[in-house]
């Protein structure tokens, strides 16, 4: 017995032997956050190395797939250099990607539904789902994209049950790491957060 307790606490004060027996070292990343900010809602989805999580939103990127739930939809991408396709809810994803020197335009079905949207250094503006976008990048942050008039243009328009849209002052805030991600998972990563 003398000698388990021994064999425990080296292992305890060393560490292990081999790295077969022993779990993988990972350096923790950061928690950051992708928000949205309009009339009567917000949205912030919480971004951690490979992970995107929040109430309504868990999705795990393995190398170039996107796996998991968001909005009540599974979610099974494959992302490449121009094309991001797979299957959102019961739809078809079929995003083509085109790149610019400042940014990108996604074009396509997804989930089913016809969808355009336009990232930019200046503007974040097209639809996904049933909401359409029609920002400008803050003069203050440039993770920041907002409506820069008034609530009574409209700005971001949301469908609801009752067939109304209301109009209002937006805000979508991205993660400092977002810039750092290739083209291709920034697309990804913004028509899963956006695309209802």
């Known amino acids: ?21 022993c779990p993988p070292q990972s350096v923790e990343a950061p928690i950051e956050h992708i928000t949205l900010r309009h009339p009567g809602n917000f949205d912030q989805v919480a971004i951690e190395g490979s ?14 797939a ?21 299957v959102v809810g019961a739809g078809r994803t079929e995003l083509h990607l085109e790149r610019y020197p400042d ?13 355009a949207l336009v990232f930019r250094r200046d503007r974040l503006e097209g639809h996904l ?13 440039p993770k920041v994209y907002e409506s820069n008039t008034g609530p009574a243009e409209q700005a971001v328009a949301v469908r609801r049950a009752v067939g109304g849209i209301h109009p209002g002052p937006t805000e979508i805030a991205l993660p400092g790491m977002f810039g750092s991600l290739p083209t291709e998972h920034q697309a990804a990563m913004l028509a899963i957060f956006l695309g209802r």
């Open 51 to 64: 992970r995107m999580f929040g109430p309504d939103l868990e999705v795990m990127r393995y190398d170039d």
């Open 66 to 86: 996107y796996r998991g739930h968001a909005f009540r939809k599974q979610i099974d991408l494959r992302v490449q250099e121009d094309l991001i396709e797979g």
């Open 129 to 141: 789902g049933g909401r359409v976008f029609r920002l400008r990048s803050s003069a203050t942050d």
């Open 103 to 115: 940014g990108f335009e996604l074009h396509g079905m997804y989930a089913g539904n016809l969808g």
């Open 1 to 21: 017995m003398r000698n388990v307790s021994g064999i425990v606490a080296l292992l305890l004060a060393g560490g292990c032997a081999s790295t077969e027996l």
